[in-house]
C-alpha cells in the first residue's frame, strides 16, 4: 500500500475494516481474476461504457507542430470521459463483495456522472455528496445523475466544493460501512484505492500502448496527461512506466499563478506535483496544497475537475523518482488550447484535457518525433465555463462571444 | 507506558472526558468553558486542535472547528492556549495527523530552506512541543494504528499517552494490534459513523466492551453520549469512562449565535458536565452484581 | 435514382449540373471505392469517429420486457450521434471532388455540430444555415458549431425552422455550385443524397449484424429505430432488408396527436410515413406532412431532431412494399421512455431514440425473442427540452424536476 | 407545340415578360398590379402560384409568397384569379411541382375516400384547369427536364406551353435534353443563384446566349434584372426577351409596407414595367450589327 513515502492508509479506525475487506477483494477479483471478474469488467467495458477508444492520428495538430501527435480519446467513452473506467469497475467491485449500496463524492459532477450510470447499469442505489457550491455551478451534471436515479446530496460544509465533499462521503462511509461502497473518483484515498483506481484506469494506457505498436511500429517518445487527482493521468501512464525511453509529463493546473496566499488560505492554482508539499489528506501520504501549519487550501483552476487540493500518492513518487515530469500550464494557454484543438481538429476537449494540449504547445518540437496525448474527456460540460472565462480574455483564435455573453 | 496521569484519571470511579474544540469560538471564551469542564467535574479533558478536514466529525464538531480556525487557532496558538489554561486535569490533544507532521515539516523547512533540502521530521517536533507544555497524551482519528509507528515512538520518547479508538468493527487481529499500542485509555467508538449527539444509546457498545474485557487498559466511551442518563446506562454497561463531546459544543455553538455572554455559556457547561460525571457515578453505583448485564 | 414511385431529382436547373457531378462522385468513389476513397472513410470513422460503437445485451430492459434487448450505441460515437457517419462521408466525399466549401442546414444541431466537426477535421470551410427560432432553442450547439470554426447563418424566413433552413441552404448551393458541396443531414433530398447517405449510415447495420451473429449466433427478430427524416433509419436497417426475417419497425413521432390543422398548417406530430401523403419537398417525391393543397405543414415533436414534414423516400418506399412497419408513439411516451432508460440503464438517450424505447415498451412481448433498437444519439443536448416537457406532465417514473424548474 | 400565343409573343421584336406573385399582398390589389403590368407593355406575364417552399427565390419573392399565402391564395383562388384578370397578354403560370402533382392528388382522394383507395393521378388535372382558365403554360423551377415527363404529357395534351430554364452550368447534353423538351421560350438563367434584383449584368449571361444560339425557340434573360438600361444590355447582347420579377415585387412589398393605394402602386408598377419595355425595344435597336458583340 505504499509508493516509497507515499499512501498508507490514514482512516479512521471505523473504516479500517472495509479497508481490509476492500484490499482482499481487490487481491482478489482485480489482481487474481477470481470468478472472472476482471473479464466482467471488460466486457463491460467494451459493450457498455464503448471501449476500446482509438488512438488518432491528429494531422493538424503533428503539421503544426513538425512532430506526429497522437490523441488517445477518452472523449468518446459512455457518458465522455475516462471517469467511468474507474466508476464501473468499483461498482462491479461492490456487487462482487455483496455491498448493497454505494456512495460517491464529486466536483464538477464527472466522477459522479460516471458513478451515477454504472450505478444504474448495474442496479445498485447510489448516492453521490456535492458542494453546494458545485451543485449551483453544475445543474445539468446534477441532473443527468438524478435522471440515472442517484440521489444527489449537498454538502454545506466549508466552501462547499470537491474537497468538503469528499470529507463527508467519508463520513457516509464510515456509518453505513457494512453495507456500502464508497466509489473514490481518482488514484487518490487510502490503500487500496490508488492501486485500484490505477488498474481499472490503466486500460488507457494498455490499449494506447498496442494501438501506437500497430500504427507506428514503436512507442510514442512522450506521453501528456493532465494530472488533477491523477487518474487519466496514471491510467495514461501505467503501461509505459516500465518503457523508459517513453517520457511521461502529468501536466497540472497552474491556474492564474503558482504563488499561494496563505493568509486566506487559497492556492489560485492546483499544481499539487509542482508546489504541493507532502502531507497527509482523505487517507493518504502524497503531496498537498497545503499552508505552513498543514492546513489544506483551497485550489483554484479554470478546469474545475482538476481542482483538488492533493494527488495520487503513485503519482507524487513517480514524479519524486524522476520517472513522470511534473508540469503545469497556467488558464489563459488551457483555453486557448481548447479553442485551437476545437477548431483545428474537430474535437471540443474538455478543460481538463487542454492543460495537456497547451503544454504540447509550449513545448513544440521539444517531445521527439511522436507525442501521445490523453485526451481524458469532452468539453461539452464546459461550454458555459469557456463562455465567462474566454469574455474575460483576449484569446485571438477564440470565436466571436458577442451573442453568448452571460452563458447560455 | 511513561505517563500514568491518564490511566490514574481513571483509578477511582467512572472517569468523565469532556471535549471540545480549543478556540472556539475564540480564544478567551474558550479558555473559561474548558476551565468550566474541570469545575464541572472532568477527569481527563480532550482538547482539539481543529483541521481543516475533519472527516471523521460530524456537523457539531465541523462548526466548532470552522469557528476555532476563523478566530485564528493554529498548532502554535494552540500551545500557547495550553499553557494559558488554568486546569489541573490530564489533557489530551485531539487532532488529525497532518496537522502533527507538518509541524515538523514546517520546522525542518524554516531550517532548511538556506540549503534548499527538504527532510522528513515526522511527529517529533510536535510531541517534543506538545510534552513541553503539559498535554498527556494524544487522539488522532484519522490515524490507525498501522501508520501510528513515528507518533508511538515519540510519544514514547517524551512520555505521552497515545490513545487509540476501537470502532464497533474493530475485531480480531485489527483490536489485537490496536491494543498492544495503546496507552492512557481507549476510545470505543459507541457506534459507527462520525461524532454527534444522539438519543438513544447503541447496543453496539455493549459488545464492544465484551470485546475488550480480556485487555487491562481503561475503556471510555464516546460518539453519542448526550445526558446524564445515557452516562449512566454506559457505566452501568461497564464502561471505565464517558467521552462527551458534541452535546457540549452545542452548548458552545448557541451561546456563539444568541451572541451570549462567555460567562453564561461556561455556566451552562459546567452544569452540564456535572450532570455527565453524576451520571457516570450513578451507573457506575449500579454495576454489582455484574451478572444483570445482558 | 428512384425507389419505386419516391425519390428523383426535383431541383433547380442550376443545381442539376452538381448532382450529376455528384452522382457521378458517389458511383466511383462511394460504391467502386475509387482511390480507397471508403478504405479512408472507413478509416476516419475508426480513429476520428470511434467507430464500431458496441452492440450491448442491455440486462434491465431484457428483464422488463421478457426477451433480449440489444442496443446499438451510436450515442458513442464523436458527437454523441450517428450523424457523424454521414458529415464525415460527405466531407472527405467534397474534398475527393475537390470542393473548397461545405454548407448544410440544422434544425436541433446535431447535423450542423456533426458537419462543424467532420469540416474541422479536413479542414474545410463550412457554413451552417439554421433556422432564427431553432438558433435561439439551441444556443449550445450554436456555440459548439461557432468554436469547431464554422460560419452559423440565422434565416429569418418562415418560422425559422428546419424547413426554412434547408431551403436557404439549397439556395446557397444554387449560388456557390461549383466550388460548394451541400451536405444533407439525412436520407432525403435529390438523388443520390439518400442513397449515399444510406451508405454512409449503413456502418450501423454492418456492424450490429456482425455483432448479433457473434453474440447470439443468429439475427434479431425486429430491429427499431426512429425515423425523423430517417438516415439513423436506413442506417440501422440497410443490411438487414434482405434477411426476410428480421422484422424492421420505424417509430416516428407522434407528437401530441395525429391529427392535422390544415388552417393553421401546423401538425402536431413528424409522422410523414404514418399519416402524411406523397407529394415532391425538397428535390424528392416521397411522404410528407401536407396540406390538401400540397403547402407543406410545420410538423411538431418534443424531439426535434424528428421535427420534419418529410421523410426519406426509399423509407417510404419500403413501408408501401410492406418491408418496414410504420409505427409512431406520442410524445408522453417518448418522454417516458427517456426516463425509463436513464434509470434502468444508465444511458441517458436522445429524444429521437426513446421513441424506438417506447415503441418497445407499448409492444412488449409482441416483438420477438431478440430486439435490436438503435440507440441514435445521447440526450446531453436534450436536457433542458426534458425539463421542460416533464413538468408539464405527470410521468410518475421521473425525478422531482422541483429544483430545476424553469431549467439550468 | 400547341400553344403559339407565347413563341407568338416574342415575334415582333424583344418580349418583355414580368412576374409577379398571384395575390400579392391581396387579390384584389394583385389583380390591379398585374392589369398594370399589361398596361405597361408586358408581352408575357409570369404569374407566381406561392408553394411554402420557394427554394429557387431569394428574399424579395419569398417575401412575395409570404404575403400571397397569408392573404388566401391556393390553387383554385389562383385559377379564379386567371379568370378574373382582365388583360390580353399570354400567361404564364410559375409554381413548385408539388401544387402541380397535389392538385390532382386532392381531386382523387376526394372521389377515392369512400373507397380507401389512393390513385395517383399526376399533372393532369392541375394542366387541365390551368387549360380551362386560359393559361399559356407553365415554369417549374424545381422540375427539371428529367423528371418532367409526366407535366410534359399533359401540357401537350391540352396545348400548353413548358418553358424550362437554362442555368449557366447547364451544358452538353444536358441542354440538349432540355432544348428537346421546351416550348413557348428557355428562361435563361443569367447568373448562378436565386432570384433577386442586382445591380450589374453578368457576364455568364452572354455565355448562354451563345451555348443557345443553335436553337430556335426565344431566348428570355432573367434573374438580376432591374431597370431599362440592364434590359437594354441584355437584350444588346441577343436575348429575344428579358424576365424581370424581384425589381417589380420589390415596388408591391414597398407599397404593401407603407399602406399605399393599390392605384398608386399599379401607376409606379406601370411606369418601371415601360421602363423596361422600352430599355429591351432600345436593346433590339441596337442588335445590327451583330459583328460588335464580343
Not at chain 1, 483555453?335 to 485551437?340: K, Q
Not at chain 2, 477527569?43 to 480556525?69: K, N
Request: proline content about 4%; aromatic content about 6%; overall charge negative.
Amino acid at each position: 500500500g505504499k509508493f516509497g513515502e507515499y499512501g498508507g492508509q490514514y482512516v479512521p479506525e471505523a473504516l479500517m475494516p472495509a479497508i481490509t475487506e476492500l484490499t482482499d477483494a481487490y487481491e482478489r477479483y482485480v489482481l487474481e481474476n477470481e470468478d472472472g471478474f476482471m473479464d466482467e469488467f471488460r466486457r463491460r467495458l467494451r459493450d457498455f461504457g464503448g471501449r476500446p477508444t482509438p488512438t488518432q492520428y491528429a494531422e493538424r495538430l503533428s503539421e503544426r507542430y513538425d512532430c506526429n501527435v497522437y490523441l488517445k480519446r477518452e472523449d468518446l467513452v459512455h457518458g465522455g470521459a475516462h471517469k467511468l473506467n474507474n466508476a464501473l469497475g468499483q461498482v462491479l467491485l461492490a456487487k462482487y463483495m455483496g455491498k448493497e449500496r454505494i456512495v460517491a463524492e464529486t466536483g464538477a459532477g464527472q466522477h459522479g456522472t460516471a458513478t451515477a450510470m454504472a450505478a444504474a447499469h448495474l442496479d445498485m442505489p447510489c448516492e453521490v455528496y456535492m458542494g453546494k457550491r458545485d451543485i449551483n455551478r453544475q445543474r445539468p451534471n446534477v441532473f443527468r445523475m438524478r435522471l440515472n436515479g442517484s440521489t444527489v446530496t449537498p454538502v454545506t460544509a466549508g466552501r462547499g466544493t470537491l474537497k468538503e465533499a469528499i470529507s463527508e462521503t467519508m463520513r457516509d462511509w464510515a456509518t453505513n460501512v457494512e453495507d456500502t461502497h464508497y466509489v473514490i473518483g481518482s488514484v487518490v484515498g487510502p490503500h487500496p484505492f490508488p492501486a485500484m483506481v490505477r488498474d481499472f484506469q490503466s486500460v488507457i494506457s494498455e490499449e494506447a500502448r498496442g494501438q501506437m505498436r500497430e500504427k507506428t511500429g514503436g512507442l510514442p517518445d512522450a506521453v501528456l496527461a493532465c494530472a488533477g487527482g491523477g487518474s487519466n493521468t496514471m491510467g495514461a501512464f501505467a503501461e509505459f512506466v516500465d518503457d523508459e525511453d517513453v517520457a511521461l509529463y502529468a501536466v497540472e493546473a497552474g491556474g492564474s499563478s503558482l504563488s499561494v496566499d496563505e493568509e486566506s488560505g487559497v492556492a489560485p492554482n492546483s499544481a499539487s506535483l509542482s508546489t504541493g508539499r507532502e502531507g497527509v489528506l482523505h487517507g493518504a501520504r502524497t503531496k498537498i496544497l497545503q499552508d505552513r501549519d498543514g492546513q489544506i487550501m483551497e485550489s483554484h483552476s479554470v478546469s474545475s475537475g482538476l481542482d483538488y487540493a492533493g494527488v495520487g500518492p503513485e503519482l507524487a513518487h513517480l514524479v519524486d523518482e524522476g520517472r513522470v515530469t511534473a508540469a503545469n500550464v497556467d488558464d489563459d494557454a488551457a483555453l486557448t488550447a481548447f479553442h485551437r484543438l476545437s477548431q483545428l481538429e474537430g474535437i471540443i476537449p474538455a478543460l481538463e484535457s487542454a492543460h495537456a494540449f497547451a503544454y504540447l504547445e509550449e513545448n513544440r518540437g521539444e517531445l521527439g518525433d511522436s507525442v501521445l496525448v490523453n485526451l481524458s474527456g469532452r468539453g461539452d460540460k464546459d461550454l458555459e465555463s469557456v463562455i465567462e472565462e474566454t469574455e474575460k480574455r483576449d484569446i485571438d483564435i477564440a470565436p466571436d462571444m458577442t451573442e453568448f455573453a452571460g452563458g447560455f | 507506558m511513561a505517563n500514568d496521569a491518564l490511566e490514574a484519571a481513571f483509578a477511582d470511579g467512572p472517569a468523565f472526558v469532556p471535549y471540545l474544540a480549543a478556540g472556539d469560538p475564540d480564544y478567551e471564551s474558550s479558555l473559561k468553558y474548558v476551565e468550566a469542564l474541570a469545575r464541572g467535574g472532568a477527569d481527563v479533558i480532550e482538547l482539539g486542535l481543529p483541521f481543516s478536514e475533519p472527516v471523521a466529525e460530524g456537523p457539531t464538531i465541523q462548526g466548532a472547528v470552522v469557528r476555532s480556525l476563523e478566530a485564528g487557532m493554529t498548532p502554535d496558538r494552540f500551545f500557547e492556549f495550553v499553557e494559558d489554561l488554568e486546569v489541573d486535569v490530564p489533557l489530551v490533544c485531539m487532532t488529525y495527523y497532518n496537522l502533527i507532521y507538518q509541524y515538523g515539516e514546517s520546522e525542518a523547512r524554516g531550517a532548511s530552506e538556506a540549503s534548499g533540502e527538504t527532510a522528513s521530521t515526522g511527529p517529533r517536533p510536535f510531541v517534543e512541543k506538545a510534552a513541553d507544555v503539559g498535554l498527556s497524551g494524544f487522539v488522532v482519528p484519522d490515524l490507525p494504528a498501522e501508520e501510528a509507528g513515528p507518533l508511538r515512538e515519540a510519544c514514547d520518547e517524551f512520555g505521552l499517552d497515545l490513545v487509540f479508538i476501537v470502532a464497533p468493527t474493530t475485531r480480531g487481529e485489527r483490536l489485537e494490534r490496536i491494543m498492544e499500542q495503546v496507552s492512557g485509555y481507549v476510545y470505543v467508538q459507541a457506534r459507527l459513523g462520525v461524532t454527534g449527539a444522539r438519543e438513544d444509546v447503541s447496543g453496539q457498545t455493549e459488545e464492544s466492551l465484551d470485546r475488550l474485557e480480556a485487555y487491562d487498559v481503561p475503556k471510555a466511551v464516546g460518539f453519542g453520549i448526550k445526558t446524564g442518563d445515557h452516562a449512566e446506562r454506559i457505566v452501568a454497561g461497564g464502561a471505565d469512562g464517558v467521552i462527551v463531546g458534541s452535546a457540549l459544543v452545542d452548548l458552545v455553538a448557541e451561546g456563539h449565535e444568541n451572541d451570549e455572554d462567555a460567562d453564561a455559556v461556561a455556566e451552562r457547561l459546567e452544569s452540564l458536565a456535572r450532570e455527565l460525571k453524576d451520571g457516570a457515578e450513578r451507573g457506575f453505583a449500579q454495576r454489582e452484581p455484574q451478572a444483570e448485564r445482558t
